[in-house]
C-alpha cells in the first residue's frame, strides 16, 4: 500500500488553506535538491494554479507562481498582462509605504493591506505575485498579504499588533518592529539607481538572496558552535563569503533575521 505525506498547503494568492496528501513516491524519486509539485486549480483553491517546493522529505520549503496558465475554457483577456515593476509598487505606496512592505516581507512580519477603493482589486493578484517572484529563491515560507477592503481606512484601534498594517495610499496603519530598516533601505536604493526594471528586480533578488544565504550561515554556525566572539564570527564570514563587506549593522540584522524566522532560537551570546 503506498503512504501519504500530508502537507498544509496555502494559496498563496488568496490564503485559502487545506491539507493535501502526496504519495511518498514522489519524494522517494528524489535524494537530494528541491521537488516541485504542481497545485492545479481546485485542489487547494478553486482559482489559482501554483506550484510548491519542497525538500526530498516532504518538507514545505515555498511556493511558485507561473507566470501564464492558458486557460482554454475563456479567453481571458489578462492573460499575459505585464507584471508589475519595483517603480509601479512605489507609485502604489510611496517610498516609504514600499520600504516598510519590504521589511514586513524580508523578515516574515504578515502585512495587512486595507483599501477603500474597489478599482483596487484589479492590481491584488499583481502585487501578491510582485513579492512572491521577488523571494521565490529564498526557502523561507512567508506568509501572504492579507487584502481587506475597508471603509474606514484609518481606524486607529486595530487588533492587529502584530501585522504590519497598511492602506492603499501607503499609510502606516502599524508597524510591529522596534528595529530600523537600514538593510533593506539599501538594497532599495541600490536597485532603483538602475533604470533597467527586469535589471532592478534582478538585482534586488540577488541581494534578498545573499542576505538570507549569509544569515542562514550565521544560524548554523550558532548551532554547531556554542561560543562564538564576534571576531571569529567575522573571520569565518569572511572566509566563506569572499568580497563581503560586513558591519556590525548588516550582522545585527543578520541575527534578527534569524530570530524572526527561528523564533525557537534564540542566540545567546550575541556578537
Ligand atoms: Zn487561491
Redesign the pocket.
Known amino acids: 500500500m503506498e503512504e501519504f505525506k500530508k502537507i498544509t498547503v496555502i494559496?498563496p494568492?488568496?490564503n485559502?488553506t487545506k491539507d493535501i496528501k502526496i504519495p511518498m513516491g514522489v519524494f522517494n524519486k528524489k535524494k537530494l535538491g528541491t521537488v516541485k509539485i504542481n497545485i492545479p486549480k481546485g485542489s487547494?483553491?478553486s482559482?489559482?494554479d501554483f506550484l510548491i517546493l519542497t525538500d526530498p522529505k516532504g518538507r514545505l520549503l515555498g511556493y511558485e507562481i507561473l507566470d501564464v496558465v492558458l486557460d482554454s475554457n475563456k479567453n481571458r483577456n489578462d492573460i499575459g498582462s505585464k507584471p508589475l515593476s519595483l517603480l509601479d509598487l512605489r507609485k502604489f505606496f510611496g517610498k516609504r509605504g514600499l520600504l516598510h512592505i519590504f521589511h514586513a516581507k524580508l523578515y516574515g512580519y504578515p502585512i495587512l493591506l486595507l483599501y477603500k477603493d474597489k478599482e483596487f482589486q484589479k492590481s491584488i493578484d499583481g502585487i501578491k505575485n510582485f513579492f512572491i517572484n521577488l523571494f521565490s529563491d529564498s526557502p523561507l515560507i512567508r506568509i501572504p498579504i492579507k487584502f481587506e477592503q475597508s471603509q474606514e481606512l484609518n481606524r486607529k484601534i486595530r487588533k492587529e499588533k502584530e501585522y504590519l498594517v497598511i492602506n492603499e495610499l501607503g499609510e502606516i496603519l502599524n508597524v510591529p518592529w522596534k528595529e530600523n530598516d537600514d538593510i533593506e533601505r539599501k538594497m532599495l536604493q541600490q536597485a532603483f539607481d538602475i533604470i533597467n526594471h527586469q535589471e532592478q528586480l534582478f538585482l534586488l533578488k540577488n541581494s534578498i538572496s545573499k542576505f538570507i544565504t549569509e544569515s542562514l550561515y550565521v544560524k548554523d554556525l550558532y548551532e554547531t558552535i556554542k561560543s562564538l566572539s564576534r571576531d571569529e564570527l567575522l573571520r569565518k564570514l569572511n572566509i566563506k563569503f569572499k568580497n563581503a563587506k560586513f558591519s556590525n549593522n548588516r550582522i545585527k540584522f543578520m541575527i534578527i533575521f534569524i530570530e524572526r524566522f527561528f523564533i525557537h532560537q534564540r542566540i545567546k551570546n550575541k556578537p
Open positions: 494559496c494568492l488568496c485559502e487547494v483553491c482559482e489559482h
